[in-house]
């Protein structure tokens, strides 16, 4: 965030700093990358504010804290920190210096009269559609108004937000995210998000290429377009017609500066031909998808909501396949589903076995209040979970560690990110999402270079540079 940033539409003057000194704000994420994302845009909101950033709540004016509903004991963690930070609040008041206290996101979303009930210390909430009335709510904060603003307005709030700066987007990196779609019409059953997020909203075309024109102006060269459910994309284009996720990708691909695409989060149900198409077409669509499928069983995956089989994804990962031959896949999956049996479980292990991932993400059920998973009475017993969950673990990170042992001895694209730990060392990503670092000069960063790679570490490659003449090619599903 800018110590002095620059006024953006001319929507909004800042606000005199307090004692004639800048204010600073501390924003902390938890969770999604759509979090990070909102995060980014409640900073340039409050910089037209006049707010600078501040690297610790303890140097803050005002701290905001973007939660997320999805893991476990999400309440619970923000309660703790928020027991922090009255902490400090009260400190601060001894000194005549205050400290706004403002809880954003999913949690805040679900929880927000309960946190204001709990907590005094909190000044504001505000859920994941309405942070567009930041400066509102937070002069209606200074004010001890105490709102709480948690409805779904049918106002876009996309097109109420103020686009950042050239240089602030410069400062953020090479990579950014842009959303897509927000909110859910599947309705899992251990799942949050339709409650918190909404209904599936998509936002139109001419939004979504706009926002990234802006960015590769600014220098970026890798996007990764955002939903919670990312692939059932259907915003407008010019002619008033419903445009598909394959078809958005094709329009970004054609602006000059951006080399690389990618989408998250997946559900199988809305892979379509067009998006098959796109992975085929498109080489800027980078060869990793994350594709949850949450548990092997059909019986579970019944009880879950989840609205396929273990066939239909397997029949998508073939299709996908047949489509970009060199595609990785990555996933999420859920141990101890309510009802979920040993039988259930090794059925888990077995499509984990049949599609082979690069890398994944799992965790073991946790109850969601207001879930329909979370009133059921067959909870499996925590202590099963444990177990199953170190064995899928077991699995899936035997099976990462394969793959990047098999990137070893290949040339990979490597898009160059920023300075890597060492003197003289850079550090990038691989179109399969991997760390690298190498050797390098800093003026590096923001190109796309041909590197060998030299050796697999357990969280990142190694890498060298090679001749550009050199063929370069992509490491091995």
């Known amino acids: 965030m800018s110590e002095s940033p620059e006024p953006i539409r001319g929507e909004r003057k800042p606000e005199a700093p307090a004692l004639n000194r800048p204010r600073r704000a501390f924003i902390k994420s938890y969770g999604c990358q759509m979090n990070v994302y909102d995060s980014e845009r409640m900073g340039d909101i409050l910089a037209l504010e006049g707010y600078g950033v501040a690297k610790s709540a303890e140097t803050a004016d005002l701290v905001l804290l973007n939660t997320c509903h999805i893991r476990e ?9 928020l027991g922090r930070l009255r902490e400090l609040k009260e400190q601060r008041r001894a000194t005549s210096r205050d400290l706004l206290i403002a809880v954003a996101g999913c949690v805040a979303q679900a929880e927000g009269r309960e946190i204001m009930r709990r907590q005094s210390a909190v000044d504001l909430v505000v859920g994941p559609q309405s942070y567009h009335r930041l400066p509102d709510l937070l002069r209606q904060a200074r004010l001890n108004g105490r709102p709480i603003e948690t409805e779904f307005p049918v106002a876009d709030k996309f097109a109420e937000l103020p686009y950042p700066s050239a240089q602030r987007i410069r400062e953020r990196g090479v990579a ?4 897509v779609q927000e909110g859910c019409d599947k309705f899992c059953t251990f ?5 918190t997020r909404g209904a599936e909203f998509s936002r139109p075309v001419t939004q979504v290429v706009a ?3 802006r960015l590769a102006r600014a220098g970026i ?3 990764t377009l955002l939903g919670q459910n990312v692939n059932a994309y259907h915003g407008e284009d010019e002619h008033g017609r419903a445009c598909s996720l394959g ?18 989060t997946s559900h199988p149900a809305d892979m379509d031909a067009e998006l098959f198409a796109a992975h085929r077409d498109v080489p800027s669509l980078m060869p990793y998808l994350h594709l949850p499928v949450q548990s092997g069983s059909d019986r579970v995956l019944a009880a879950m909501n989840r609205k396929h089989d273990g066939a239909h994804y397997l029949d998508i990962v073939d299709k996908v396949r047949a489509a970009r031959p060199n595609i990785a896949l990555s996933s999420d999956f859920i141990v101890g589903f309510p009802g979920e049996t040993d039988a259930d479980f090794e059925a888990t292990l077995a499509l984990i076995r049949a599609v082979g991932y690069a890398g994944a993400f799992s965790f073991k059920y946790s109850r969601r209040p207001g879930t329909p ?11 099963v979970k444990e177990e199953r969950l170190a064995r899928l673990q077991a699995l899936l990170e035997e099976q990462r560690q394969a793959f990047n042992a098999a990137a070893v001895g290949r040339v990979a694209n490597v898009l160059i990110e920023k300075k890597g730990r060492h003197p003289g060392q850079i550090a990038g990503r691989t179109p399969y999402l991997q760390a690298i670092h190498l050797d390098g000069p ?5 190109e796309i270079v041909p590197v060998e790679i030299i050796a697999a570490g357990p969280n990142s490659l190694s890498g060298r540079r090679v001749d550009e003449r050199y063929p370069a090619g992509e490491c091995p599903t």
Do not use: N
Request: hydrophobic share 40%; aromatic share 6%; charged share 35%.
């Open 221 to 223: 060269r890798e996007i």
């Open 191 to 195: 799942c949050v998000v339709p409650y």
């Open 373 to 383: 998973g979370a009133e059921r009475h067959d909870q499996v017993d925590e202590a």
């Open 247 to 264: 078809s958005l990708i094709r329009r970004l691909a054609e602006i000059q500066g951006i080399a690389r695409l990618r989408y998250t």
């Open 176 to 179: 950014a995210f842009v959303t």
């Open 73 to 81: 004991r999400a309440s619970e963690k923000v309660f703790s920190e």
């Open 211 to 213: 926002d990234a024109e």
């Open 442 to 446: 800093e003026e590096l960063i923001g």
